[in-house]
């Protein structure tokens, strides 16, 4: 199973989430929010073939945070992962928007010039904003649109711009989620959790817990589990080699 975006470093006993991820045959990508934040959340996974560490510098913290700029592009030469980046319109946030959009090309541009990498971009009520930036830097890698919330019309675009979906468990359960997963070509869907901010009665989900996305998703292929479950692994792969 696949977790393309999860907040590892963000659990209250990482260590203990990334044995299970280990024994449970776990592809874990861990997003991080913060430049400064890498270092210490790679440790968790660097013994691990499986878990990769991206470089992330989250919209809603840009604002505070544009300072690790410096630290992203270093970090950035000799790590093919690049996430929490992205957009973040929601109205508490609109004072932060043009230190957002500062950030989030710096960050393209960063990816473009060193060849492109693979990236999990957040674009909540920012679509079109996070789309218009992406037709400006064609080179800076492979985006994948994590927890999309956007219009559907919108997916068509963001596909024909090159994105990939990571859907999670929370998208199943309301209408537009839904909506918006029949609408994504499944060549273009991986698994996700955004973990541990999402979660059910109370408990975050687990990184495993992607499991409870295949098996929603083989209902709307109209596959078995198991054959969803390699068609990810399948889409995974392709999205990989293009880096
Ligand atoms: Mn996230």
């Given amino acids: 199973?696949?977790?393309?975006?999860?907040?590892?470093?963000?659990?209250?006993?990482?260590?203990?989430?990334?044995?299970?991820?280990?024994?449970?045959?776990?592809?874990?990508?861990?997003?991080?929010?913060?430049?400064?934040?890498?270092?210490?959340?790679?440790?968790?996974?660097?013994?691990?073939?499986?878990?990769?560490?991206?470089?992330?510098?989250?919209?809603?913290?840009?604002?505070?945070?544009?300072?690790?700029?410096?630290?992203?592009?270093?970090?950035?030469?000799?790590?093919?992962?690049?996430?929490?980046?992205?957009?973040?319109?929601?109205?508490?946030?609109?004072?932060?928007?043009?230190?957002?959009?500062?950030?989030?090309?710096?960050?393209?541009?960063?990816?473009?010039?060193?060849?492109?990498?693979?990236?999990?971009?957040?674009?909540?009520?920012?679509?079109s904003s996070v789309l218009d930036c992406l037709e400006k830097y064609p080179e800076a890698g492979v985006p994948i649109l994590h927890w999309y919330s956007g219009s559907i019309k919108e997916i068509k675009r963001a596909e024909d711009l090159g994105c990939w979906f990571s859907v999670n468990p929370a998208m199943f359960k309301s209408k537009n989620g839904l909506n918006v997963i029949h609408n994504i070509s499944p060549s273009r869907i991986i698994t996700e959790t955004d973990s541990p901010f999402t979660g059910e009665n109370g408990n975050p989900y687990m990184p495993w817990d992607v499991k409870i996305a295949i098996s929603h998703l083989s209902e709307i292929w109209k596959v078995s589990d198991s054959e969803a479950e390699r068609l990810i692994w399948n889409n995974c792969n392709i999205l990989l080699r293009k880096i």
């Fill in 1 to 127: 199973m696949i977790d393309f975006h999860c907040h590892l470093d963000l659990f209250p006993n990482p260590s203990d989430i990334v044995k299970t991820c280990l024994d449970k045959g776990l592809y874990v990508l861990a997003v991080t929010t913060t430049p400064s934040a890498w270092t210490k959340s790679n440790e968790l996974g660097m013994s691990a073939e499986r878990i990769k560490t991206a470089i992330g510098l989250h919209p809603q913290l840009a604002f505070e945070r544009e300072n690790e700029l410096p630290l992203f592009d270093s970090l950035l030469k000799n790590n093919k992962y690049v996430g929490e980046i992205g957009l973040d319109g929601s109205p508490e946030l609109k004072q932060t928007w043009v230190s957002q959009l500062r950030v989030f090309h710096h960050i393209l541009n960063s990816c473009q010039k060193e060849g492109g990498r693979i990236m999990s971009i957040h674009s909540r009520r920012a679509v």
